[in-house]
């Protein structure tokens, strides 16, 4: 059971020593003997040293380090009592081993003729983690009721639920009948552990039995970015496009560089972009991430991303590398200034979004620009014009066909940046005029 993560054994009355060989489950991260009659000293190596006092008060006769809280051990060097301990050591902890081993799977077989667990166990760890119950999650999501259903995906239903003691939440509860579905899981649980970041969707806490897994995420008030161009009244303007795809790519340079290995998210989309109350942009949805090894810049994969924002390459061959992020992030900026989806029926084999944004760029801006971004009778028409063109001449780099002539998500945080300061620049002199006139 070499990939066991969790043992509790308190309690049960079990004497002898505590095996040497538990150093080698170097996965266990929560341990509990307490309340036994075990003696001897406390092993120290392997996840032992991660281990407090908890895990083994009770146990009178056991010695070990003082900041375990029990006495220190004795050493005899009598030869008698060395060769008396060799057969402590060897044979009697086989028969605890032995012994151990049959309680666990005794206590998994009765945990699996239960019904589901009422508490969970901590698989997936967040910066804000909290032990959150089944019982609690079917409170707060009403059952998980279709009143309460953000979204469908691939792998996946996300509900908005409210905890007991109040806080909004979103619950990712993951179809486990479909195939990759686990594997997502756990891929977003490796993700979701390492990364710190503004721009991501954090995780609160998880949830997972054999039957049931889901990650309990910050709710996000105002939807995707695929829900704010295409199904609200309200319009976004440029600033707040602007500063919603700076928000994104602030988050994929951070992946591809910023992380001690590179992360590919392997899906980026206005779908799987949501904003906060206010309106900062949260990446999400890691399912199908791939974590690239220190030296490697491309790994290969069979999952498919989602049509329309998948790089050529990856299409193709199946090729994942930091540059089909940026290829996809090309295309999603290119959505975010057109309001057009790469899917759109107007595109065909002969025309697609980003030739069609080509198109634009050669003869005006204005032809392919979502007709609620830009108006002739604005005094700054000309200016922002300017900003939204280079903002789409830096999608049209984004989505070269060849991954070797694309820029990296550093070039582009840094032209962003750029035109928001023009265009920040362009609203200061608006007000000053405004002003003027008072």
């Not at 049959?102 to 239960?114: A, D, G, T, Y």
């Not at 079917?138 to 007991?164: C, I």
């Not at 790519?249 to 904003?275: M, Q, R, T, W």
């Not at 694309?406 to 620049?425: F, G, S």
Request: hydrophobic residues 35%; neutral net charge.
């Amino acid at each position: 059971m070499k990939s066991l993560e969790l043992l509790d054994l308190s309690g049960n009355n079990l004497s002898g020593v505590i095996p040497k060989s538990l150093e080698d489950l170097m996965y266990v991260k929560y341990l509990n003997l307490s309340f036994n009659q075990l003696s001897g000293e406390i092993p120290r190596g392997g996840s032992f040293k991660n281990f407090s006092a908890e895990s083994f008060m009770g146990n009178l006769a056991l010695c070990g380090p003082p900041q375990l809280q029990v006495p220190p051990c004795k050493r005899n060097t009598h030869g008698k009592s060395r060769t008396k301990k060799v057969f402590l050591l060897i044979l009697l902890p086989m028969c605890i081993v032995v012994s151990l081993v049959v309680l666990v799977l005794m206590s998994l077989l009765i945990q699996k003729r239960r019904t589901r667990p009422t508490t969970n166990v901590d698989f997936c760890p967040g910066g804000t983690w909290r032990k959150i119950s089944y019982q609690e999650l079917v409170r707060a999501t009403d059952g998980f009721s279709e009143n309460n259903l953000l979204g469908k995906g691939s792998y996946g239903s996300v509900y908005k639920g409210r905890l007991d003691e109040g806080m909004e939440v979103a619950v990712k509860v993951f179809h486990l009948d479909f195939e990759g579905a686990l594997t997502s899981f756990e891929t977003e649980c490796e993700v979701i552990r390492g990364v710190r970041h503004r721009n991501f969707v954090k995780i609160i806490s998880s949830y997972s039995n054999d039957d049931f897994k889901s990650l309990i995420l910050e709710y996000m008030p105002n939807g995707s970015l695929e829900k704010l161009l295409f199904y609200e009244k309200n319009v976004l303007d440029i600033s707040h496009r602007l500063n919603i795809m700076i928000d994104v790519a602030l988050a994929l340079e951070y992946l591809h560089f910023g992380y001690s290995i590179p992360i590919i998210h392997c899906d980026v989309k206005p779908s799987n972009v949501l904003l906060d109350k206010h309106m900062v942009a949260h990446l999400s949805d890691f399912g199908i991430a791939k974590l690239l090894g220190e030296e490697n810049s491309m790994t290969q994969t069979k999952t498919l991303a989602t049509i329309g924002y998948m790089a050529p390459e990856y299409g193709r061959e199946g090729k994942v590398s930091r540059q089909g992020d940026v290829y996809s992030y090309g295309v999603m900026l290119m959505e975010t200034f057109t309001k057009k989806k790469p899917t759109n029926e107007m595109f065909t084999e002969e025309m697609n979004l980003r030739r069609w944004v080509s198109e634009s760029l050669c003869n005006t801006v204005m032809q392919g620009v979502d007709t609620d971004l830009l108006t002739r009778d604005d005094e700054h028409f000309s200016s922002k014009e300017e900003c939204v063109s280079c903002i789409l001449s830096l999608a049209m780099e984004c989505t070269k066909e060849s991954p070797l002539d694309r820029i990296t998500m550093k070039e582009v945080v840094t032209r962003l940046m750029k035109t928001r300061t023009q265009l920040a620049e362009i609203e200061t002199r608006k007000d000053k005029w405004v002003l003027n006139l008072g």
